[in-house]
């Protein structure tokens, strides 16, 4: 009997759901995206309703014939990728390329690899969504349109290497224009007073109050050292004394499950993770890893979410979960089910949750990377706190009367502290915020009339702050709250920024760089609506409309390119190319003047008569200008070698250059004996591609190996055994595995 063909993105992915369906089914996975628009030319026929013009790039070609060919052995064909348009627009191009012809094909969606999820998925299939698949290439046909015939614009104006793309012009633009901000901004100087009082009855119980303004609630602004001066002679020869002690109780609610954006920016707060690299983690524990007898499972929900909805099964689970651990006073009387709304928040999807949550943190941490413990922690942990109890606070605030006979007058100051009556959710789980400010100390017990001594006053100057540069966290939370983009775009477009050197991050936080504000003003002069946050929050809301069958996405690509293109014609006519930064000094070669120019790879110096002329060099103080010097004649000339670091990273060339070129890489030893020679092993990596070991005898010696070499002989035959996963080793010569010894651990790594 012929199986039934499952096929899904990643090998992980397929190797978690063979475990749940058992030997009916045969599972495959497409290695992501099997077909997109070719990179070589724009793609879209724009005069035929804007056809896309898909390709399967030449690495996926394989793929491909290997699902083709298993789909012609299967019964059926079940399409099992992300619940997501994304995931949506992948099972229709497999459709599409496979052309299952009379085999019946059916989608499944479940939002967590689980044996219950996955099953109740198989038992209730539907057909692929065409609403969705088309909002999908809606948005990735608007994304090239703008990358594809704004970039090149960039290329003759500006420089090679730069992009435009439709949503991170926008994230962009609205980092240059924080930076604009800042260096717009004029400080104002003020000053403060804060007076350190006790009770006359207890001088050891000290406590700060703060003046804020007169007793009659008018406040009080110091706005320099002369001001501040005269009030410090008022206060000093003024008796203090309680007006008014307030009490109040104040009740704080925890936050609800992660979602997407919020992931994002605590993992960032919390565990200092880029966008990117949270994103990359959540992904391995959706889609599964082995947990002890558990074998592979799926760990967290999906991870590309913007609705905190949560089944009712998960709600249960954790109120049980929290009346065994904490007790009936940490449990609400009901489930909380949140409100937050995300602009576009697609409701059928639920928030990021652990797949069990007696599935405790401490429990699979010995199976996990240190990375992946501590994000599926912060999930756990943010889950089981929103269905816990609210936290209670006693907030104290004590106003002071500084009375003062000459002349007449009384100041108003004022103490305040806040102490916890009943955790509830803070006793597992608090949210991070940027704008978080210090607990204050506790204050004695004070009521009104007591009488206060003054022991102490302390002046300080301050000046008004700019507004902060966006970090990866509020950029996010800026995008999200503006609508721009959607779960699965938030890290690209931050990463990309970086990648095209339009901004670097300065002390965590993303400042542009020249060629940042060029292309955002550039793109503001000429393209207003591409780099507009409401034209493409609007724009978004266009595309979910698509999405839910609402609209036609033609017409919409079709609104959108008419002036679009006007604007280009007018932009490649206008846009005049900015002109290179001169030096005074003049090529060595052939004594023509040098200039700075800005390549793929940032700035650097090179000679005006190009291409007759190729003289060039890195800035001073860059990395490339950087070198070190060692104790090794060069082979070719005699002159000592030195350490350079090239686009590539770092490398030994000859001190002579440009006069001599020789150049070789810097080896990196294992530590273990090529087995066919016995050369050093060492660390190689080709132009784009992963790390390989090979012979540093090569050529004469080219044995290569993909995994570390390991120390420890083969027990089978005494042959070269190298990493394989996390806990085995494999043999090069027998392929004999076996356990991963302890001492074996690679040479030169480290824990993670």
């Not at 049980?320 to 489930?335: A, I, M, R, S």
């Not at 350079?644 to 890489?665: E, L, M, N």
């Not at 002989?713 to 990493?723: D, E, W």
Request: glycine fraction near 6%.
């Amino acid at each position: 009997m012929a199986k039934k063909l499952v096929i899904v993105e990643s090998p992980a992915k397929a190797k978690t759901l063979g475990r749940f369906l058992g030997s009916d089914y045969s599972i495959k996975a497409s290695m992501g995206h099997i077909r997109d628009l070719p990179r070589s030319n724009l793609g879209v026929d724009i005069e035929n309703g804007f056809e896309p013009k898909y390709v399967v790039p030449r690495p996926k070609a394989a793929v491909v014939k290997e699902l083709r060919e298993a789909a012609r052995k299967a019964g059926s064909l079940y399409l099992a990728t992300d619940p997501d348009r994304e995931g949506e627009a992948i099972s229709w191009h497999l459709m599409e390329l496979i052309k299952p012809g009379d085999l019946s094909v059916h989608r499944v969606v479940f939002h967590e690899i689980t044996p219950e999820a996955v099953k109740e998925a198989f038992r209730h299939p539907r057909s692929i969504d065409a609403s969705l698949v088309n909002a999908q290439q809606a948005r990735r046909i608007l994304d090239r349109l703008v990358g594809y015939k704004i970039s090149p614009l960039l290329w003759k104006k500006v420089q090679r290497g730069l992009s435009a793309g439709r949503v991170q012009s926008v994230a962009l633009k609205m980092v240059v224009d924080r930076e604009k901000e800042i260096q717009a901004f004029v400080p104002v100087e003020y000053w403060s007073i804060d007076a350190e009082l006790a009770k006359a009855t207890a001088t050891t119980a000290r406590f700060k109050a703060a003046l804020v303004g007169h007793s009659d609630g008018k406040k009080l602004q110091i706005h320099n050292k002369a001001e501040s001066d005269k009030l410090l002679t008022m206060l000093k020869g003024s008796d203090y004394a309680v007006a008014k002690v307030t009490q109040k109780e104040q009740s704080r609610s925890p936050a609800p499950p992660f979602i997407t954006s919020t992931l994002q920016q605590d993992a960032f707060r919390k565990l200092g993770f880029t966008a990117q690299r949270t994103m990359a983690i959540a992904q391995q524990l959706y889609e599964g890893l082995p947990v002890g007898k558990e074998g592979s499972v799926g760990l967290i929900t999906y991870m590309r979410t913007d609705s905190t909805n949560v089944a009712a099964s998960a709600l249960a689970e954790t109120r049980d979960y929290v009346n065994e651990k904490y007790g009936g006073d940490y449990l609400p009387p009901q489930p909380r089910h949140f409100a937050r709304k995300v602009k576009g928040a697609q409701e059928a999807h639920e928030a990021i949750r652990p797949t069990r949550i007696h599935r405790l943190p401490e429990d699979v941490k010995q199976y996990l990377t240190r990375e992946q413990a501590r994000l599926y922690e912060l999930i756990w942990k943010r889950m089981v706190a929103s269905q816990m109890a609210t936290a209670r606070f006693n907030n104290v605030t004590v106003d002071i009367h500084a009375k003062n006979s000459k002349p007449a007058a009384t100041y108003l100051l004022r103490a305040s502290s806040s102490r916890v009556k009943f955790p509830g959710f803070l006793a597992l789980y608090s949210e991070s915020r940027d704008d978080e400010e210090p607990d204050k100390p506790a204050l004695p017990d004070l009521k009104a009339s007591d009488k206060l001594n003054l022991l102490n006053l302390y002046p300080e100057q301050h000046f008004t702050q700019p507004p902060s540069r966006y970090t990866e966290a509020t950029l996010i939370k800026a995008l999200e709250e503006n609508g721009i983009g959607r779960p699965s775009t938030y890290a690209p477009i931050l990463s990309i920024l970086g990648e095209r050197q339009y901004v670097q991050k300065e002390d965590g936080r993303f400042k542009p760089e020249k060629i940042g504000f060029v292309v955002s003003d550039l793109l503001t002069q000429y393209f207003p609506d591409i780099v507009d946050v409401g034209f493409t929050a609007n724009l978004e809301v266009k595309l979910d409309e698509v999405a839910r069958g609402e609209q036609e996405w033609r017409p919409l690509l079709k609104e959108f390119y008419k002036p679009f293109d006007d604007r280009l014609t007018t932009a490649s006519q206008q846009i005049e190319k900015a002109p290179d930064e001169e030096i005074k000094e003049n090529c060595p070669q052939c004594g023509k003047s040098l200039v700075i120019k800005s390549g793929r790879h940032g700035k650097f110096i090179a000679c005006t008569g190009y291409p007759e002329c190729r003289y060039t060099r890195p800035m001073p103080g860059s990395a490339e200008a950087q070198t070190e010097a060692i104790e090794e004649p060069c082979p070719d000339c005699g002159k000592p070698l030195v350490i350079r670091t090239g686009r590539f990273g770092r490398f030994i060339a000859c001190s002579g250059y440009p006069t001599c070129k020789y150049s070789r890489p810097i080896l990196k030893k294992v530590g273990v004996a090529c087995p066919e020679c016995g050369g050093d092993l060492v660390e190689r990596r080709a132009k784009g591609k992963r790390s390989f070991y090979g012979c540093s005898n090569y050529p004469k010696c080219k044995f290569i190996a993909n995994g570390r070499p390991l120390p420890q002989p083969c027990s089978s035959c005494g042959g070269l055994m190298t990493a394989y996963s996390k806990k085995n080793a494999k043999c090069v010569k027998c392929g004999h595995t076996e356990a991963l010894a302890e001492q074996a651990e690679p040479v030169g790594a480290g824990r993670s």
